[in-house]
Each structure stands twice: as structure tokens, then as C-alpha cells.
């Protein structure tokens, strides 16, 4: 099979996941990435959950029954491919759960999850730099490998939804509730990852906690102030705006 270049199949999710957000007649969400993804890979369902190691983590979304239960399971038991993901921010590909070094490495979990109807479980980690908030659940009910082209597009579904989840508010189902994209829609969401890296970063230094801790204070002021999350860090990195430990975040551009 031939390699598709990174453009066009960057292109091509675009646009699966653009179409599935049209069925629904609104705006891009991660509702659609998971929707998406299931349609082009060999998969059965998805899942999506935001995660943090500071705050609970919360299921967004799921395109159905099993895989709705399988996010629940893993955020509930603290075990499975989706933690695993998260804590060491690398894809976990667990093609047979009936494979004894996968029952012995999710004690609880592999035969939960067997029981609710998945027999392979892919998670993939959302990040942007050191930052992730999040991670994208694949299952199918039988045993299922992914070749090499669909993990690719596996991961780029993972990258989509990674700029979705930063890039606008969520509601519990998964949809953006922030107002519509503007008509540039996926073009630029790529350019927000750097800034939204210093952004986490330059608060580390102002409020002297860890990175996931400081992502925490800057989208969850993002989301009090009813603003994208890449504009607050535009404020931050050009220093309109400065979090203190003991204060509220004040805008230096108002001072006299």
C-alpha cells in the first residue's frame, strides 16, 4: 500500500470529520472526530475523555453503548489503555484482550471490557507539546490489528481532536458550544500549538506549579472569561496578562 503524505491525509480527516459535522447541521466538535473515525477505521466505536492528573477527568463523548461504557470503566477503575496512554503520552494498541499479558496487565479492566463486548482496545494520547488533555478510545469486538496506514490515521483523528478540544468549549456530548469556527476552520488551528506551549509554560514560572497544573488555571480562565483558549494564551505570551498565585489574573494592558 502506499504511503499517503502527511498534507493529504491531513486533508482527508479534515474533511471526514467536516461531513460528519454537516449530518449534524452545526459546528466541528470531537463528537465528530469520534464519529469520523469510526466510519474509516476497522473499528466498532470511540471514545473520548478529558484527563488531567490535578482535576477529575469526564467522558466527552462516544458513538455508542460499549464504548460509552469503556471510558467509564477505565476513568472509574483507574486502569486500561486509556490511562496507560495518558500517564506515559504514548499510543497503547491492545489488539486481543484475551492475550494473557494484556489480562495480567489491566487485572480488572481486560475482562470487563471483554464482557462488554470489546476484544481489542487503541488509545491514543491528545497533546500538544507537554500538554495533554485528553485521550481518543478506539475498540472493535473482535481481535483487530491496525496496519500502518490505518494507525497513521488513527493518530491523525488523535491530532484533530487534540486542536478541536483546545480550540473551542465543549459541551457534555462532545460539541463546540464557543460559537462557530470562522471560515478558516481547520487552517490554522496548527498555529496554536506553540503558543498555547509557552503560554502553559510562562505560567509555570508565574504561579510555580507543574505544567498540567498550569494548563488547568489557563483554560479553566479561558472558560470563566468566555473566550478561546488561544486568544487568552496570545494575552499571556505577549504579557496583556499575568496570573498570580495569590490574585486573580489581571490584565497589565489596563494599568496606568
Known amino acids: 500500500m502506499a504511503r499517503v503524505r502527511p498534507h493529504r491525509r491531513s486533508a482527508r480527516i479534515q474533511a471526514l470529520v467536516a ?16 464519529t469520523a473515525a469510526v466510519a474509516a477505521l476497522p473499528v466498532g466505536g470511540a471514545g473520548l475523555s478529558a484527563m488531567s492528573r490535578t482535576t477529575p477527568s469526564h467522558q466527552l463523548c462516544s458513538t455508542d453503548a460499549i464504548s460509552e461504557q469503556l471510558e467509564e470503566l477505565q476513568l472509574t477503575l ?16 491492545a489488539p486481543d484482550l484475551l492475550t494473557g499479558g494484556l489480562q495480567d496487565r489491566w487485572t480488572v479492566f481486560a475482562d470487563a471490557a471483554l464482557e462488554a463486548g ?3 482496545v487503541f488509545a491514543f494520547p491528545l497533546q500538544i507539546g507537554a500538554i495533554s488533555p485528553g485521550v481518543l478510545d478506539l475498540y472493535a469486538d473482535v481481535p483487530t490489528v491496525l496496519d500502518a496506514e490505518e494507525l497513521a490515521d488513527a493518530l ?19 460539541a463546540a458550544t464557543g460559537g ?6 481547520f487552517e490554522d ?17 508565574q504561579l510555580g506549579v507543574g505544567i498540567d497544573e498550569a494548563f488547568v488555571r489557563l483554560r479553566a480562565y479561558a472558560y470563566t472569561q468566555g ?12 504579557h496583556r496578562l499575568r496570573f498570580s498565585p495569590d490574585t486573580e489574573p489581571r490584565r497589565t494592558d489596563e494599568e496606568t
Open 118 to 120: 470489546a476484544r481489542a
Open 78 to 93: 483507574g486502569e486500561g489503555p486509556c490511562v496507560d496512554a495518558f500517564l506515559h503520552g504514548s499510543a497503547i494498541l
Open 180 to 185: 462557530p469556527l470562522p471560515d478558516r476552520c
Open 19 to 34: 461531513e460528519q459535522a454537516a449530518r449534524r447541521g452545526t459546528q466541528v466538535g470531537v463528537v465528530d472526530v469520534c
Open 156 to 174: 491523525a483523528f488523535a491530532d484533530l481532536a487534540t486542536l478541536l478540544l483546545l480550540d473551542t468549549r465543549i459541551d457534555e456530548t462532545g
Open 189 to 205: 488551528l496548527g498555529g496554536y500549538r506553540p503558543e498555547i506551549d509557552q503560554a502553559t509554560g510562562i505560567l509555570t514560572v
Open 227 to 238: 473566550r478561546r483558549l488561544a486568544e487568552v494564551a496570545a494575552d499571556v505570551v505577549a
